[in-house]
């Protein structure tokens, strides 16, 4: 990894949602080093400042894809970058969410609205060589239509098993409505041989987490993926902590047998 920013073209932009979007970025120099699935970026937008960015693709070509939502002064800037535009990145950060230890598992992905960006570059590796794995699952929860990510995509993905949801339909939604965790009732997976990985708010986590466990689902083959507060990715400022966590460091990807007992005692 580098603690200095090195130079990123944005070759590739695509609207996810009306506050969402994908940008594609190529190295301008050498490029840093790989990343896993479920690492996260620092990235900088010249004149805002940095955000850290778990990278929602990883291109064979050396590149990245990060997705961002406009939130702030620089997610905002990020989020108007346009093709040709350079940002710079520091990386890789953090924890993977470690597929290779679910072979031979079932795979069940829960995600809540932007939080199928950090699971994407997961499922499609569990597409591009399916045979280790069991049933692979993908349920999709958004608070509306409009806010559902990738809607093309997931609809391409072979899973034994993609529901989606949404909390307020519009006039046109057919689908289901109601929580993520609804759909864990269709999904097919047996749950003493299953792997989960979550990720989305803290409390549609922690509701996942409760209802995988009541199924059976061991809690350290729940996995995680928590973003706090993260500042320096180094694990010294300590704005990321939680409980003896330090997630830019020890996170954000962890299992729920760590996190349950820290999410669980108020204002942590």
């Known amino acids: 990894m580098t603690a200095v920013p090195v130079p ?41 400042g940095e955000i850290p960015l778990s990278v929602s693709a990883i291109p064979t070509t050396g590149g990245l894809a990060h997705t961002v939502r406009s939130v702030g002064a620089v997610s905002e800037g990020l989020y108007a970058a346009e093709v040709g535009d350079v940002l710079g990145l520091r990386g890789p950060y953090g ?39 069991g049933r692979l699952n993908l349920l999709v929860g958004a608070r509306t239509p409009a806010d559902l990510m990738a ?16 909390d307020r339909p519009d006039s046109h939604w057919a689908g289901a409505i109601g929580v993520v965790t609804n759909l864990l009732d269709r999904a097919r997976f047996t749950p003493s041989a299953t792997t989960a990985f979550v990720c989305g708010p803290e409390p549609m986590i922690r509701a996942t987490a409760r209802d995988l466990l009541q199924r059976g689902v061991p809690a350290d083959r729940i996995r995680v993926s928590l973003e706090r507060n993260m500042r320096c990715a180094t ?34």
């Open 8 to 48: 990123y073209r944005v070759v590739a932009r695509w609207a996810e949602t009306p506050d969402t979007a994908t940008l594609r970025l190529e190295p301008v120099g050498e490029p840093l080093p790989a990343f896993v699935p479920g690492q996260f970026a620092m990235v900088w937008a010249f004149g805002r």
């Open 95 to 133: 924890t993977g969410w470690n597929l290779e230890k679910a072979i031979g598992q079932d795979l069940v992905v829960v995600a809540g609205g932007i939080g199928l960006a950090p699971l994407r570059p997961l499922v499609r590796d569990a597409q591009a060589d399916p045979k280790p794995y």
């Open 151 to 166: 809607k093309t995509e997931t609809r391409l993905w072979r899973t034994a098993y993609t529901g989606v949801t949404v």
């Open 235 to 268: 694990g010294h400022c300590g704005h990321c902590q939680l409980g003896p966590l330090l997630l830019c460091r020890d996170g954000p990807v962890v299992g729920w047998d760590r996190a349950e007992p820290l999410l669980y005692v108020r204002e942590l």
